[in-house]
T-cell receptor
């Protein structure tokens, strides 16, 4: 049973525009959320995270929004650049400390068109 | 630079063969993980280890075994490989007090 879902397998966006990647989860115990980015032939790399005490976290061009009542989070990339083309995974955990494992979504492949 | 390495990077094997995938890390992390990635299924946890003496099954451990030879080394074995174990395998590490995981480059395994 997939506890973390990314319902859009792919997304194409023009360079300079906003990319919005969505993620839904079913387990109300999840309290900490992460986004990973994966290029071909490489392992996933950590991008940004958010704790449930916040509803927004920003790091440069990347912003993650969390709506706990809807069990939904989204990653906004503004402006999108061709180098952002990758597969993005969201992940969730009951805590930030590492006492519990991460549960990953199925990934969304983002293509930024020059 | 501190890193997570995996060997081999690519492997083609036949049904019924035993195969071992190896992971080494220089990050000094206590925790190590093995995941597999399949198209449309994302990353699924096979086994994890919180220290050398601690081994735990993940979501999809059937058909796999692991060995934590040292803090820095965590190996995944397929005792008798089958075609549906064809996948991309990732090793990851994390500190004991924080849930960000660091991934190796992956091993692409094909079982014919």
């Amino acid at each position: 049973d997939q506890q973390v879902k990314q319902n859009s397998p792919s997304l194409s966006v023009q360079e300079g525009r906003i990319s919005i990647l969505n993620c839904d989860y079913t387990n109300s115990m999840f309290d900490y959320f992460l986004w990973y980015k994966k290029y071909p032939a490489e392992g996933p790399t950590f991008l940004i995270s958010i704790s449930s005490i916040k509803d927004k976290n920003e790091d440069g061009r990347f912003t993650v929004f969390l709506n706990k009542s809807a069990k939904h989070l989204s990653l906004h990339i503004v402006p999108s650049q061709p180098g952002d083309s990758a597969v993005y995974f969201c992940a969730a955990s009951p805590d930030e400390t590492g006492a519990n494992n991460l549960f990953f979504g199925t990934g969304t492949r983002l293509t930024v068109i020059p | 630079d501190a890193d997570v390495t995996q060997t081999p990077r690519n492997r083609i094997t036949k049904t019924g063969k035993r195969i071992m995938l190896e992971c080494s890390q220089t990050k000094g992390h206590d925790r190590m993980y093995w995941y597999r990635q399949d198209p449309g299924l994302g990353l699924r946890l096979i086994y994890y280890s919180f220290d050398v003496k601690d081994i735990n099954k993940g979501e999809i451990s059937d058909g796999y075994s692991v060995s934590r030879q040292a803090q820095a080394k965590f190996s995944l074995s397929l005792e008798s490989a089958i075609p549906n174990q064809t996948a991309l395998y990732f090793c990851a590490t994390s500190r004991g007090d924080y849930n960000e995981q660091f991934f190796g480059p992956g091993t692409r395994l094909t079982v014919l």
